[in-house]
């Protein structure tokens, strides 16, 4: 059974900060890699998608990496902003016909002005 | 701007009574999907469907959860009866899945917060 693990749970740091959050999973055979936001009551919003043949993703301030065979991806934050305070999910779609998600418990973001 | 949608936002009712939550998925997308938020458990697969099909409904209580997809444009989770552990947060996912290339995004609708008293 898939397990995706991220660390750290949480994390508050001054705003223009770079930061890196973790995320791992025990199976590597997986089709994609997809990093979410999610504001306090609020539904999820789709940052990247890494599918399993890419490294890497790039959106904005945001960079997120794939090492498949280690079962390890980073989302990386440049020059954070008080704006970019939220939870912060990694999912996993598993290489099967099954193509629902497996979700990290999130990395709950702190950006202080 | 496409979105999935989610009726109703917000839910509260008494142990014993059926609820239903609706999706209205995006439009060509040909995957829906159900997920519980919790604070214990995170988020949690319930159910999907692809082409209106059940493919996996592993994730629900069969006793007392149902989903369906009557057309392409309405997705359902029915809880009949409730009780106070569904209390959660319900969330609607769509997806188009393609046998080959790249895809599979999801696109999550902001959620029906269910309060069971």
């Known amino acids: 059974k898939q397990e995706v693990t991220q660390i750290p749970a949480a994390l508050s740091v001054p705003e223009g900060e770079n930061l890196v959050l973790n995320c791992s999973f025990t199976?590597?055979?997986?089709?994609?890699l997809q990093w979410f936001r999610q504001d306090p009551g609020k539904g999820l919003t789709s940052l990247l998608l890494?599918?399993?043949?890419?490294r890497e993703q790039t959106s904005g301030r945001l960079n997120a990496s794939l090492d498949k065979s280690s079962g390890r991806s980073t989302l990386y934050i440049a020059a954070s902003q008080p704006g970019d305070s939220a939870t912060y999910l990694c999912?996993?779609?598993?290489?099967?016909?099954?193509?629902?998600?497996?979700f990290g418990s999130g990395t709950r973001l702190q950006v202080q002005p | 701007d496409a979105r999935v949608t989610q009726t109703p936002r917000h839910k509260v009712t008494e142990m014993g009574q059926e609820v239903t939550m609706r999706c209205q998925p995006i439009?060509?997308?040909?995957?829906v999907f159900w997920y519980r938020q919790t604070m214990m458990q995170g988020l949690e697969l319930l159910a999907y469907?692809?082409?209106?099909?059940?493919?996996?409904d592993s994730g629900m209580p069969k006793d007392r959860f149902s989903a369906e997809m009557p057309d392409a444009t309405l997705a359902t989770l029915k809880i009949q009866p409730s009780e106070p552990r569904d209390s959660a947060v319900y969330f609607c996912?769509?997806?188009?899945?393609?046998?080959?290339?790249?895809?599979?995004?999801?696109?999550f609708g902001p959620g029906t917060r269910l309060t069971v008293l």
């Open positions: 999912a996993v779609t598993a290489d099967t016909g099954r193509r629902a998600l497996t």
């Open positions: 996912a769509s997806g188009l899945v393609l046998s080959r290339g790249p895809g599979n995004e999801q696109f």
């Open positions: 890494i599918q399993s043949s890419q």
């Open positions: 439009l060509g997308h040909n995957t």
């Open positions: 199976d590597s055979a997986i089709y994609n």
């Open positions: 469907f692809r082409n209106r099909a059940p493919l996996d």
